[in-house]
């Protein structure tokens, strides 16, 4: 059986544990990351203006057998 003296000392050590948990949350710096719809738009303004910018290579069908 525990002393008194045991449970005061295991409360406190709860009590402090409790209060620097608090402590970390508050001081965690906030992680700024793009909205769902900047991050959408973004992709499609890419898409449509990706190939006036970077023309896309397309092979050349010299001597392909399938041609029509």
């Not at 508050?26 to 970077?54: C, D, F, I, M, Q």
């Amino acid at each position: 059986m525990y002393n008194l003296s045991h449970l005061y000392v295991a409360a406190h050590q709860n009590e402090m544990l409790n209060l620097a948990s608090l402590e970390r949350l508050a001081k965690k710096p906030s992680v700024k990351r793009p909205s769902l719809v900047a991050k959408a738009a973004k992709s499609v303004w890419s898409l449509l203006s990706g190939p006036a910018e970077r023309p896309m290579s397309l092979p050349k069908l010299d001597n392909y057998p399938y041609r029509g």
